[in-house]
């Protein structure tokens, strides 16, 4: 299968969106169709490379790239001992991630083929999500810090222009600015640690500078500037005020990519602990394994407890979001505060990495599922103020059942992904601390007690007058959900081959460091 | 696959699909209470929801709007909210002051250790 | 010793001193008068000091500073006048 | 086209100038750069026609005008830059002015005579223009020292400026 | 009040251990250098430019410039996205 | 010898303006008069001490015959050029700017800008 | 050795002041003017860094073109800070 | 509004000055400091010179969005299809394989210091006149949209 | 002494500067001044890159000409100059952002632009 697609796969990943993004405005002024059917096929396309590059990592392993060398496979120069060219570095984590990313770009461009329809500027539209998509492909699959940052910046300048798409009121571009700016504070720290850890080591590769560090002061340092600003745009409570302003106002296909692009910075965040520092975290591992933890517990309770009185339905989700990204949060940062101890991480520890990992693919398909329905309701009825909304299950009943699908898998109700999730993170976290397990368990059920609310509120009663033109939304916005919850019904009904053939590689893939920087440095 | 082994969680495993054969077998045995129910109902007769022995409100009156709801638990928690919310100021400032708070409380503990 | 260092180093030191005009200027058009001549030492000095390192190409960045500070000059005084 | 023409052969000359040193064809250039200089200069010559030429029309192919204007700067030019420029060190020192701002006839039909005329007037004797009147090419100068009687006379020659050599009339020859 | 001395507080910590960590690193000779040494040696004969750092920009790190082009690409699109028109009746209640 | 007397005298001369320039900056009492400063004697100054590169790359051309000194005095040339023009041009702009943003020339004897603006 | 220390403590000296005026002035059309000399006074301390390129980069883009933003997002704001 | 004549005679003259020197700068990317990026920058400014000098009506005549956009695009491509070219040659994403082949850009260089050579470096001339285009069409719009902003909000 | 501070100043004044940038940030309440003040830091973190590149008595990076081999590192310079155009970038984005704020809403007072909070 070595054909010339197949080796080139991941510069294609990135080129594929690219040009669909570079081309899109000029397609646009050929009209509407012309640039729906340019977004499907760029779409399509990237999901279908997203895939295959993630079958051929699990199946041949580790995948390199290297950008401008004589071959793509060449990683070091002849007369060297280091690479010296931009690399991506395809391992089963980085497989994971661009599954979720193709998946979910999928459905949400089809998504929002018609419930965008209505909007001006849609041309620019459909460039930014190829663009937002390009820059979480990108992050996840490289393996060049700098590169990362790159993407960082590509990732978060997108999606702040996309959550100020709505500009007739001046709330989203006021959510926008917040993002851009958070953003860009964070991007300028992840600058200053790299320029940190370059000037020591002279490196910019990961698996190079892995290899290299030493951890000095600089290199703490280095550390704390790289991740807090990514645990910051993942949402992680006290640095979360940016997720409900910025999911509340976005369009809600952006919204639930805003959320893959979110994990694409815990994916960051996971590789810098895990494969950058590692075993080096072994002295103080128990202050960044509990940096995590810590930071995991207060979005969990934070983030479910502020989601209860909220009036507006997707800040109400968006508080959600954070409350479940402290899931993962959770469950890697008691994979890292047990790294050092090899018989708990075998015990315990390896399972909580993969309830987190797993819950990162579930929580990116039920909460865009969620979000695109929240989409729906507003694309009928032209409100998210719970207040005012009522009885849309009369009219909506597709809606309905994926919202149902969405919040019972959010919930963790047992068919459904999040519980398979949820139950991993609980089990483990139990050995390791039976407080924080508990904690876990009262913040599931308060997920439910708040869905139920929303349940409440918009589809039961009887139908309203001011909502009786509302009827089931078009094909493509329920094509898009479809296959968001029918990803959510198979990995809740089988999620052991999930946990074997994706998560398990994955968790193998993170812990396993040294494995990461032989695959370049060849054990040197 | 063993279809009642499927999730090993690490102590224990966990089978949805026995779930939803508990699930399936659940519905089949509402259905058949539901079937010994009365078959002479008729329409028209009963229909009237019974509210505390009120009348039944206008079409749509009875629409409880998503504030009411929990309010009893707000109620109890309100020490807590009182001094939750405020902190979501939404001013950008403060956003990027906490940003800095916690990277230089993580610095004081990192350069410390 | 070698002048030209020399004479960048008195250079900025007269930077340093229309700097001063800059913070005590009481009106907008007296800070943008010390930054035109800010402007104009700072390409002198790039020209001389490119003769200090003894490199060519290093006065190229003289002529895009003496073409590009104009055009932000230029706006500043645009603005300044009301026109913009 | 011939604004076309103009300003392909300006750019094209800029362009040489600006890579002399690189080759020896005519003992300064290499046959690449002469080449990239032949499309740098359609290409601007192209995107610039209508701009460079509003100032001035084909007087620029002439290069007697260029001589002069080189004549212009070296000679005439900087000596009454060296001149303005004791005059303000000396008011620098001392710190004796009397400022006032004037009006000037120029006597300038093109636009790019009054812009040397301007410039000239702008880093030669105590002036500086700070105003023009667009239809009449009349400029407002202000003089940091007026002479007395000056005040109050409604205009001013634009060569009464000048204390050495008749600057307006050369840079007429140069640009009309 | 309360605030002011508090954010003040957070950037003296941050001024304090910044500070502390500039005296670390050396100005004029770097710790290590090998992989620009290694440019520097031979990135002329790869590439043909005499000048390293476009080597460097368009060849070794080619990607990145690709990258830094998009994000352009992208400020220009958020540019021309806030100053568009917008069509008749696109109005949507944030609330 | 002699090449090296003239680039210290023309620096001095560069020099010696510039810190008038600047001195003017700080001295006079308004926008014009500093902006006649400003043109004039920083002009002027950073004239001088680019000729006294033009000359030391003229004299080394002249010795080695290498491509690059040429390069060096032309560019150098091309930027004073440049620098003038828009030095007198941005001088211009600043105190037409100043002029309508309303900031009367200081001890002015006469003002026939204000005159013509209002008649 | 010496002389370029010297040189390059004058313009970070010059760096540090304007760099606090920017913070400074609530005029916000005199901390633009203070951000040009600013980006003017960091293109020629990347120059004697030997930094050419960077120095071009600076030049252009800072000095010329993010003045102009700047000046443009003032004049489509309003020009002075409220007060607190 | 427009400025003075002056001020709008001298944007005239500078403004092809301003290409001109910025096509330099892309030219000579790999042989002088400069690039794509800078070059494209000089050259926005040129486009920034007149529309400060300028009025903004007057000037969008001529500096029209659209052709910003289609020369942004064109520069895009360039770039993407450069680094694409590589593919069809053997090598990976980015590669430079023109350099050294005996074609265009491509004289051999011996390490050391020399003259410099216009005809060298393969590839990168070509990725520099990609990024220049991009990056003139880029900030131009950048300056023409920011422009049209203020300039809607006066109409009443 | 002298020499070590003249050697480190530098750093010192990278520091210094992103305290600048980060206290425009946190203290400022109009919206452009907070943008400068991140312009600020931007400049500040480009500095630092092209500061640890840094060699005494080295030469820029260019074989045109050069004086000698002793060169400055090219890798930071290079990524210096990616950093520096994502910096107007954002900016150049930012700025309109608050542009079209000042549309709607009629301030750019940071504490006053919250319609989103709680």
């Known amino acids: 299968m070595d054909t010339f697609v197949m080796r080139h796969l991941p510069a294609l990943l990135i080129a594929t969106p690219l040009f669909a993004a570079f081309l899109m405005p000029l397609v646009g002024t050929a009209g509407r169709t012309a640039r729906n059917a340019w977004a499907f096929l760029g779409a399509l396309l990237t999901a279908a490379i997203g895939l295959t590059l993630a079958w051929k990592v699990w199946t041949t392993g580790t995948v390199l790239y290297v950008f401008g060398a004589a071959t793509p496979q060449q990683t070091l120069p002849p007369d060297a001992a280091f690479p010296i060219r931009i690399m991506f570095q395809v391992d089963a984590m980085s497989a994971l991630m661009a599954v979720i990313a193709s998946l979910s770009a999928l459905g949400i461009t089809i998504y929002s083929l018609s419930a965008e329809s209505k909007q001006s500027g849609l041309e620019t539209f459909y460039a930014m999500l190829f663009l937002l998509i390009a820059g979480v492909l990108g992050m996840v699959v490289t393996g060049d810090l700098f590169n990362f940052f790159i993407f960082l910046e590509i990732s978060s300048l997108a999606g702040a222009a996309l959550v100020a798409y709505r500009i007739d009121d001046g709330v989203a571009v006021e959510a926008g600015l917040k993002y851009a700016l958070l953003s860009t504070v964070g991007a300028l720290a992840v600058l200053t640690a790299i320029g940190m850890l370059f000037a020591q080591y002279n490196a910019l590769n990961m698996a190079t500078l892995a290899s290299r560090l030493q951890f000095t002061a600089l290199d703490k340092v280095a550390l704390v500037l790289l991740a807090v600003p990514l645990a910051m745009k993942c949402g992680a409570v006290p640095m979360h005020f940016w997720t409900p302003d910025t999911y509340t106002t976005a369009p809600s296909s952006v919204t639930a990519f805003l959320v893959v692009s979110s994990q694409a910075s815990l994916y960051g965040l996971f590789r810098i602990l895990y494969t950058l520092y590692g075993d080096l975290l072994q002295f103080s591992w128990a202050t960044f394994g509990w940096f995590l933890i810590v930071l995991g517990i207060l979005s969990m309770f934070i983030g479910v407890t502020m989601a209860i009185p909220q009036k507006d339905v997707k800040r109400l989700m968006a508080y959600h979001a954070v409350s479940q990204t402290g899931y993962m949060l959770l469950g890697v940062g008691v994979g890292l505060a047990v790294l050092g101890n090899a018989d708990a991480l075998a015990k315990y520890g390896k399972t909580a990495m993969a309830g987190g990992l797993f819950h990162i693919i579930n929580h990116a398909m039920y909460k865009g599922l969620l979000f695109l329905t929240a989409g729906a309701v507003f694309y009928r009825c032209g409100t998210r103020n719970l207040n005012k909304l009522g009885g849309l299950g009369h009219t909506m009943p597709w809606t309905m059942v994926f919202f149902m699908i969405g919040a019972l898998a959010i919930a963790g109700v047992p068919p459904f992904n999040g519980f398979a999730s949820k139950l991993l993170i609980y089990e483990s976290v139990f050995r390791f601390s039976p407080f924080l397990s508990i904690i876990a368990m009262i913040v599931s059920i308060l997920t439910l007690a708040s869905f139920v609310k929303v349940f409440h509120s918009m589809f039961m009663g009887p139908p309203r007058a001011e909502f009786a033109a509302a009827r089931e939304v078009p094909a493509p916005m329920f094509i898009g959900m479809a296959i968001l919850a029918l990803f959510v019904v198979v990995a809740g009904l089988a999620p052991q081959p999930f946990i074997e053939h994706m998560i398990n590689p994955a968790v193998d893939a993170l812990v396993d460091r040294a494995g990461y920087i032989a695959a370049i440095l060849g054990g040197r | 696959m063993d279809p009642t082994q499927t999730l090993a969680t690490g102590s224990g495993y966990w089978s949805p699909l026995l779930w939803l054969l508990a699930l399936v077998v659940g519905l089949a045995v509402a259905l058949v209470i539901r079937s010994r129910g009365r078959k002479d109902f008729r329409e028209g007769e009963g229909r009237a929801p019974f509210i505390s022995g009120n009348k039944e409100p206008e079409q749509g009156g009875g629409h409880i709007p998503a504030s009411n709801i929990y309010w009893g638990f707000l109620e109890s928690m309100k020490s807590y909210y009182g001094r939750l919310v405020p902190v979501h100021t939404g001013v950008p400032t403060d956003y990027v002051a906490w940003l800095l708070g916690i990277m230089a409380l993580m610095l004081i503990i990192g350069l410390a250790t | 010793m070698s002048p030209w260092i020399f004479t960048a180093s008195i250079m900025a030191a007269l930077m340093l001193l229309a700097m001063v005009r800059m913070v005590k200027g009481p009106t907008s058009a007296d800070r943008l008068v010390a930054l035109d001549s800010i402007n104009t030492l700072v390409v002198a000095s790039m020209i001389v000091l490119a003769a200090a390192f003894r490199q060519v190409v290093f006065v190229d960045v003289a002529i895009v500073y003496a073409l590009l500070s104009y055009v932000g000059a230029l706006f500043i005084a645009k603005y300044l006048g009301g026109e913009l | 086209m011939l604004s076309f023409v103009v300003t392909a052969l300006f750019s094209g000359a800029v362009y040489l100038l600006l890579t002399a040193g690189s080759g020896s064809i005519l003992r300064f250039w290499s046959s690449q750069e002469l080449l990239i200089a032949a499309i740098v200069a359609v290409v601007v010559g192209f995107a610039a026609r209508g701009y460079f030429t509003r100032a001035r029309q084909s007087a620029v192919l002439n290069p007697v005008r260029w001589l002069r204007a080189i004549g212009y700067a070296l000679g005439p030019f900087f000596l009454e830059m060296a001149k303005a420029n004791i005059d303000v060190a000396c008011r620098v020192i001392t710190g004796r002015i009397r400022p006032g701002i004037v009006r000037v006839k120029s006597g300038m039909k093109t636009d790019f005579g009054t812009l040397m005329l301007a410039n000239s007037i702008t880093l030669t004797p105590g002036t500086l223009t700070v105003g023009i009147d667009e239809e009449t090419n009349d400029l407002y100068v202000h003089m940091i020292n007026v002479s007395a009687g000056i005040e109050s006379r409604e205009s001013l020659e634009a060569s009464e400026l000048f204390g050495l050599f008749d600057c307006p009339a050369r840079i007429r020859r140069i640009a009309e | 009040m309360m605030k002011i001395a508090l954010y003040s507080a957070i950037l003296l910590v941050l001024f304090g251990g910044l500070m502390y960590l500039a005296a670390d690193l050396p100005f004029g000779a770097p710790l290590q250098s090998d992989m620009d040494d290694y440019f520097i040696k031979n990135g002329q004969e790869q590439t043909g430019a005499n000048n390293i750092v476009t080597s460097i920009v368009f060849d070794f790190r080619g990607f990145d410039t690709l990258g830094e082009a998009t994000v352009l690409f992208t400020a220009v699109l958020g540019v021309g996205m806030m100053f568009r028109k917008m069509k008749e009746g696109e109005e949507y209640e944030n609330d | 010898m002699i090449l090296n007397i003239l680039i210290w005298t023309a620096i001095g001369i560069g020099l010696f303006f510039n810190t008038l320039g600047v001195v003017g900056i700080l001295r006079f009492p308004d926008v014009y008069t500093r902006l006649h400063a400003d043109t004039k004697a920083t002009t002027f100054g950073s004239i001088f001490t680019s000729l006294a590169v033009i000359l030391y790359a003229a004299a080394h051309y002249f010795k080695t015959q290498d491509g690059q000194y040429a390069t060096l005095a032309l560019h150098a040339i091309i930027a004073v050029v440049v620098l003038a023009i828009t030095n007198a041009t941005a001088a211009h702009a600043i105190a037409r700017a100043a002029h309508r943003r309303g900031h009367k020339p200081v001890q002015a004897v006469c003002d026939r800008l204000e005159e013509h603006n209002q008649p | 050795m010496t002389p370029f220390l010297l040189l390059q403590a004058l313009i970070l000296l010059g760096l540090i002041i304007t760099g606090a005026l920017v913070v400074a002035f609530k005029d916000l059309l005199a901390a633009a003017i203070a951000f040009a000399a600013f980006s003017l006074l960091l293109a020629i301390e990347f120059y004697i860094l030997q930094a050419p390129d960077v120095a071009i980069a600076e030049a252009g883009i800072g000095a010329g073109l993010t003045t102009a933003i700047f000046i443009i997002a003032i004049r489509g704001t309003k020009r002075f800070e409220e007060k607190e | 509004m427009k400025m003075t004549k002056i001020v709008r005679t001298t944007a005239d003259v500078f403004y092809p000055f301003c290409l001109v020197f910025g096509l330099y700068v892309v030219m000579h990317g790999h042989l002088t400091p400069g690039g794509g990026f800078q070059g494209g920058a000089v050259m926005a400014t040129g486009a920034a010179l007149l529309l400060v000098a300028h009025a903004y009506e007057d000037i969008t005549g001529r500096l029209r969005k659209t052709a910003m956009k289609i020369l942004e695009a064109i520069g895009l491509m360039m770039f993407l299809f450069a680094g694409l070219s590589g593919l069809l040659f053997e090598r990976p994403f980015m590669g430079n394989w023109m350099a050294f082949t005996g074609k265009w850009f491509s004289h051999p260089v011996a390490h050391g210091p020399n003259p410099g050579d216009l005809n060298t470096a393969g590839l990168l001339p070509l990725l520099n006149i990609g990024v220049g285009i991009e990056v003139l069409g880029g900030l131009t719009i950048i300056l023409l949209y920011m422009l049209s902003g203020i300039h809607a909000e006066k109409k009443p | ?118």
Do not use: C, W
Not at chain 9, 15 to 40: E, H
């Open chain 9, 1 to 118: 002494m002298m020499s070590y501070l003249l050697l480190k100043l530098p750093y010192f004044t990278v520091v210094v500067l992103t305290l600048l940038g980060l206290a425009a940030m946190v203290f400022k309440k109009n919206l452009i001044k907070i943008l400068m003040g991140l312009s600020l830091l931007e400049s500040a973190v480009n500095l630092f890159l092209i500061v640890t590149g840094y060699r005494t008595d080295g030469v820029a990076p260019i074989y045109t000409n050069a004086p000698s081999l002793h060169m400055t590192l090219p890798t930071v310079q290079a990524l210096t100059l990616t950093s520096i155009v994502i910096g107007v970038a954002t900016s150049a984005m930012m700025l309109s952002f608050a542009m079209v704020i000042y549309k709607k809403y009629g301030t750019v007072n940071a504490e006053k632009v919250k319609k989103l909070k709680g």
